[in-house]
């Protein structure tokens, strides 16, 4: 099992920006695919974006594109979300989660595709 904890969020104004971190311990992280997810208030956990173990593959989110981006640093066993123009609607606390890929260079997007999740950051961007 592999021990996830987010940082990075905080409160911005729309536009700014602002980069997650997700560190992880215990099972190999190098090996996994990782995911971002939000989950705004009042509304169902929905994926944000996906990285293959190697950082060669990301899929986005489409609201998202152009904005976001995915990035991960296995020799720190830490991935990263990168916001930019932030967005009132990007409001939402914001989950990592991994799945262990066995060094493939799969991808996903759906929840119940990822094993581990960490207890999420909030963001918050006021108008």
């Known amino acids: 099992q592999v021990q996830l904890v987010e940082s990075g969020g905080g409160l911005v104004q729309a536009g700014g920006s602002l980069r997650l971190s997700c560190t992880a311990s215990g099972r190999t992280f190098s090996g996994a695919v990782m995911g971002w997810f939000r989950q705004a208030p009042g509304k169902e956990r929905e994926f944000v974006a996906t990285i293959s173990w190697s950082g060669l593959r990301t899929y986005y989110l489409d609201s998202v594109k152009g904005r976001f981006t995915i990035s991960r640093d296995n020799a720190k066993n830490t991935g990263y979300l990168q916001m930019h123009s932030l967005k009132p609607e990007d409001t939402a606390v914001y989950y990592c989660?991994?799945?262990?890929?066995?060094?493939?260079?799969?991808?996903?997007?759906?929840?119940?595709?990822?094993?581990?999740w960490g207890q999420g950051t909030l963001v918050t961007v006021s108008e």
């Open positions: 989660a991994t799945r262990s890929s066995v060094y493939s260079e799969a991808y996903y997007y759906r929840l119940d595709q990822y094993e581990d």
